[in-house]
């Protein structure tokens, strides 16, 4: 069963504009959520994070925004640019000891000049 | 910065073959992790580590084992390596505390068994 998803496999937009990744939780446990941009042949790297007593976390560009009731997070990019083409994992956990991160799918995000 | 490092970038086995792959980090950090990651199915947890000697099955942990000897080191075995083992092999790690759940990956290791 997977807990964490990213239905859409990929999604394409121009420079400039604003890219909109989608992600759906199901467990009701999970209580922080976080953002990984992967390049191929690379590590993911932690890009931003939100826990469940905020609904919106701002890093520059980079924007999260978190729907509790929904189970639903989606992560905002304004602007777009052509080095923000990548895989964006979306991932999930519970506070407290010993939690471990429940990943989704990926989406896989290509910006055109 | 923190790093993360992984012993080979690109491995080719032959099945029922042993593998050990290796991962270091130099930033005193608690907890590491092994995923795979394979196409569609995005990063699976195989095993994971809080401290040393210690271990824990992840999601997946089937075919596989660890070995956490040192705080800075944590490797991961196949005894017996399978083609479904084929696969992108990712480590990670992350400090004990308010950060615990921002991992940092290293750069992976591309295995494939024939």
């Known amino acids: 069963d997977q807990q964490v998803k990213q239905n859409s496999p990929s999604l394409s937009v121009q420079e400039g504009r604003i890219s909109i990744l989608n992600c759906d939780y199901t467990n009701s446990m999970f209580d922080y959520f976080l953002w990984y941009k992967k390049y191929p042949a690379e590590g993911p790297t932690f890009l931003i994070s939100i826990s469940s007593i905020k609904d919106k976390n701002e890093d520059g560009r980079f924007t999260v925004f978190l729907n509790k009731s929904a189970k639903h997070l989606s992560l905002h990019i304004v602007p777009s640019q052509p080095g923000d083409s990548a895989v964006y994992f979306c991932?999930?956990?519970?506070?407290?000891?010993?939690?471990?991160?429940?990943f989704g799918k990926g989406i896989t995000l290509s910006v055109r000049p | 910065d923190v790093k993360v490092t992984q012993s080979s970038r690109y491995l080719v086995k032959r099945t029922g073959e042993k593998v050990f792959l290796e991962c270091v980090q130099d930033?005193?950090?608690?907890?590491m992790f092994w995923y795979r990651q394979d196409p569609g199915l995005g990063l699976r947890l195989i095993y994971f580590?809080?401290?040393?000697?210690?271990?824990e099955k992840g999601d997946i942990p089937e075919g596989y084992s660890v070995s956490r000897e040192k705080k800075e080191r944590f490797s991961l075995i196949l005894e017996s390596t399978s083609t479904n083992q084929t696969s992108m092999y990712l480590c990670?790690?992350?400090?004990?505390?308010?950060?615990?759940?921002?991992?940092?990956f290293g750069p992976g290791t591309r295995l494939t068994v024939t």
């Open positions: 580590s809080y401290d040393v000697k210690m271990k």
């Open positions: 930033m005193d950090h608690e907890n």
């Open positions: 990670a790690s992350s400090p004990w505390g308010l950060v615990l759940y921002e991992q940092y």
């Open positions: 991932a999930a956990t519970s506070t407290g000891a010993n939690s471990k991160l429940t």
